[in-house]
């Protein structure tokens, strides 16, 4: 059974950071793995965030979040965070992480197969 548990979430002043980590655990990891994060704010759609293929590099970002956010993921620990910097009040959402098996990198939430309860992220002004 595939879980996936978000932490680190919490409120944050505008300008601030804030590290958010998934662990996963029932999975097989490989290549053909993706790992991402979405938001959802009130009373808005669900929206990616950010995706990175298990072990490697060159992750995808939303635009309203490159230069800002970073994910990665620490292989060792079956991790994947997503450090946020720079955090905005339109920032301001549940985050979630999610699973996609396959090929390609899954920029929308029905390219995902498994998914986290998610974790508040409030930015204040």
């Known amino acids: 059974q595939v879980q996936l548990v978000e932490s680190g979430g919490g409120l944050v002043q505008a300008g601030g950071s804030l590290r958010l980590s998934c662990v996963a655990s029932?999975?097989?990891?490989?290549?053909?793995?993706?790992l991402g994060w979405f938001r959802q704010a009130p009373e808005k759609e669900r929206e990616f965030v950010a995706a990175i293929r298990w072990s490697a590099m060159r992750p995808d970002y939303a635009n309203s979040v490159k230069g800002r956010f970073t994910v990665s993921t620490d292989d060792a620990k079956n991790t994947v965070y997503l450090q946020m910097n720079s955090l905005k009040p339109e920032d301001t959402a549940d985050y979630f992480c999610?699973?996609?098996?396959?090929?390609?990198?899954?920029?929308?939430?029905?390219?995902?197969?498994?998914w986290g309860q998610g974790t508040q992220v409030t930015v204040s002004s």
């Open positions: 999610a699973v996609r098996l396959g090929y390609g990198m899954g920029l929308v939430d029905l390219d995902y197969d498994y």
């Open positions: 029932g999975l097989t990891f490989s290549r053909y793995v993706v």
